[in-house]
Nanobody
Framework: QPKFVESGGGSVQPGEPLRLSCLASGFSLDEYSIGWFRQAPGKEREGAACISYKSSTYYADAVKGRFSISRDNAKNTVYLQLTNLELEDTGVYYC???????????????????WGQGTQVTVSS
């Protein structure tokens, strides 16, 4: 059963960094585009970043310049580096995969599967 395991979340203060990891099991990441999504309490899930299987990267406006997505296919892992965290970044962060390029529809989560359990990021002062 293909799945992801997210890790690296935690409780931090505004401005501090975190590095999230998304480890794939049961399949190889090589041919998949991977998205990081987040869901804040009481809000709908939203896309944060996406990296295509060609390693092109895409970011939501809210995180552009602060988050960085990367992949290490040899380790079957995708990373999300979070810097200059803000209170509004609080939420559960998930990763998921799809066979198509990220394109223009990635942020809505369309076509993504193998969702992980998520990792909690809490930003508070």
């Amino acid at each position: 059963q293909p799945k992801f395991v997210e890790s690296g979340g935690g409780s931090v203060q505004p401005g501090e960094p975190l590095r999230l990891s998304c480890l794939a099991s049961g399949f190889s990441l090589d041919e998949y585009s991977i998205g990081w999504f987040r869901q804040a309490p009481g809000k709908e899930r939203e896309g944060a970043a996406c990296i295509s299987y060609k390693s092109s990267t895409y970011y939501a406006d809210a995180v552009k310049g602060r988050f960085s997505i990367s992949r290490d296919n040899a380790k079957n892992t995708v990373y999300l580096q979070l810097t200059n965290l803000e209170l509004e970044d609080t939420g559960v962060y998930y990763c998921a995969a799809r066979t198509r390029l990220c394109g223009t529809s990635w942020s809505r989560g369309l076509g993504f599967g193998s969702w992980g359990q998520g990792t909690q990021v809490t930003v508070s002062s």
